[in-house]
C-alpha cells in the first residue's frame, strides 16, 4: 500500500488584517502543491473575533480538534476594538491563549533578523542593526499569565486589588532552556538567560536551573546571565552581542517586540511555538506572525504578508522537515526586497510600494 504523503495545514486567518496576510501565505501553499509535487491539504476555520461573530465563542471544540490532528497550524491574528469591551475570559486573545496551552505549546521561538536591503527601516543606526540575527526563545505557558491565584477583588474603602501570580517550576524552566541551549549549538553557540533575580525569587530559581541544566548537558554553550531590564536596554545598544536569548513569558513578550523594532517593522517577523512531540511523533506546532491584527490598516490591502510568509517557511522547516522549500521561500522573499518592492510599512525613498496581494504575488513569481 502506498504511504500517503498528505500533510495537513491548518489555517487560522482570524481577525483584522489576518485574512490579507493568511491569503497569501494559501497562494503559496497551492503553488507548492502544483510545482513541487507537495500534497498539502489545506482547512481553514475561524478564529477570535471572527469565531465569536459566528459562533458566540472564540475557538469551536471542533477547530481545537482539527488543530491537534493536522500537520501544523498558521495562524494569522486575533482580537480588535469590536471586542474589546468583552469579558476578559471571552475575549477573541483567549483562543490564542487556549491553543498555546492545550497544544503545550511551551516554546516560542522568534528570530529577529535584519534584512540588509532594511537596514534603513530600523529606528536605529543601520551600523547597530546591520547583519543583526537574533533568536529570542520565550516561555510561552507558564508565568504570570497563567499562574494562579489571579484575580481582581474589592477590598476596603471601595477600592480593587488586581492579582496575578508568577510561578515557574525546575521542569518548566528546564524544558524551555533545552529548547534554547539545543538552537544555540546550530547557531554561534551563545544563550543569555533573563530574568530579575535581584527582585523576584521566580527569577532565582531561573538563573539556577538554566545554569544547572548548562552545567550537565550544555557545557560547550556559552551562557550568560543578564537582568531582564539591562537586556532590554542592551538591545537598544549593541543588539549584535546577542545570539540567542532565553526569556519567559513575561520578560519574552517584551524583549521580542523590542528586538522586532530593531528590524524595522512588526510585519516582517515570524514565529514558531513548540510543544512536545505527541505518542505519533508529530510535534504539535502553531506558527504565526509576531504583529497583531492590524485594525488601524486592516481591510486596505496594504498590510506586510512577509511576516506570516516566514512563518510558514518556518513550519516547513520545523514540522514538515522540508528545508529546501523553506530556503526556497526565504531566498524569495529576499529577491523580492533586493527589486526594491516594499509594503507601505516599510517602503522608503526609490523603492516601488506594492499592495498586500502584490507583494505575495512577486514573492510567488521569485519561487517560479
Ligand atoms: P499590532 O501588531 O496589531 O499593530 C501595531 C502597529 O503595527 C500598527 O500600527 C499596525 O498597523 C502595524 N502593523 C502590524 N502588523 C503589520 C503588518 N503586517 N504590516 C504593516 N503594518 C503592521 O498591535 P496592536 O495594535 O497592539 O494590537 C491590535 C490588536 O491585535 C489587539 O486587539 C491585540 O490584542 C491583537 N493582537 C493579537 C496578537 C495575536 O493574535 N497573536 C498579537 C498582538 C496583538
Redesign the pocket.
Known sequence: MAISNTRKLLLLP?D??GPE?VREVKKIIEWLNKNKSLDFKIEEELIGGASIDAHKIPITDEVFYKSLECDAVILG????PKWDKLEFSKKP?RA?LKLRKELKLFANLRPAICFEQLVDSSTLKPEIVSGLDIMIVRELTGGIYFGEPRGIEPIKNNERKGINTHTYTTAEIKRIAKVAFDLAKKRKNKVTSCEKSNVMEAGVLWREEVQDLKDKEFKNVELEHMLADNCAMQLLRNPKQFDVILADNLFGDMLSDEAAMLTG???LLPSASLGSKDKNGKLRSLY??V???????AGKNI??PI?TILSLSMALRYSLDLDKEADLLDQAVQKVLNDGLR???IVSKGKKEVTTSQMGDAIISKLN
Open positions: 482570524g483584522g488584517i496576510v491574528a486575533c482580537g480588535g486573545e490564542l517593522s512588526l510585519g504565526e506572525p504583529h497583531g491584527s492590524a485594525p488601524d490598516i498590510a506586510n511576516a509594503t507601505k510599512d
